[in-house]
Nanobody, 123 residues
Framework: QVQLVESGGGLVQAGGSLRLSCAAS????????KGWFRQAPGKEREFVAG????????YYADSVKGRFTISRDNAKNTVSLQMNSLKPEDTAVYYC????????????????WGRGTQVTVSS
């Protein structure tokens, strides 16, 4: 099973940027569909962005389109999330997730999860 470790979270002012990274080990990571999810206090975990194994297809939640960019480097076994124009409502714990193949963007269709990294956006 793939092990995932996120990094890059922190505190930033509204309008600022952060770049999250997720490193993978323990599996044939390059063929996996990868995603980023987030969970704010008192809310359900929600999809943020996803990327196909080749990087040729990307998916975004409406709330982050035009501000966030997902990318991957299969040679380094990493997936990243560049977050620009951050808003206070982006505050959440961000999780990296992986699935052996694309099924859907629901949390239940991802098999491997990281422990998360906190992103806090101050107003």
């Amino acid at each position: 099973q793939v092990q995932l470790v996120e990094s890059g979270g922190g505190l930033v002012q509204a309008g600022g940027s952060l770049r999250l990274s997720c490193a993978a080990s323990g599996g044939t990571f390059s063929s996996y569909f990868k995603g980023w999810f987030r969970q704010a206090p008192g809310k359900e975990r929600e999809f943020v962005a996803g990327i196909s194994w080749s990087g040729g297809r990307t998916y975004y939640a409406d709330s982050v389109k035009g501000r966030f960019t997902i990318s991957r480097d299969n040679a380094k076994n990493t997936v990243s999330l560049q977050m620009n124009s951050l808003k206070p409502e982006d505050t959440a714990v961000y999780y990296c997730a992986a699935a052996p193949r694309f099924r859907s963007l629901r949390t239940t269709d991802f098999d491997s999860w990281g422990r998360g990294t906190q992103v806090t956006v101050s107003s």
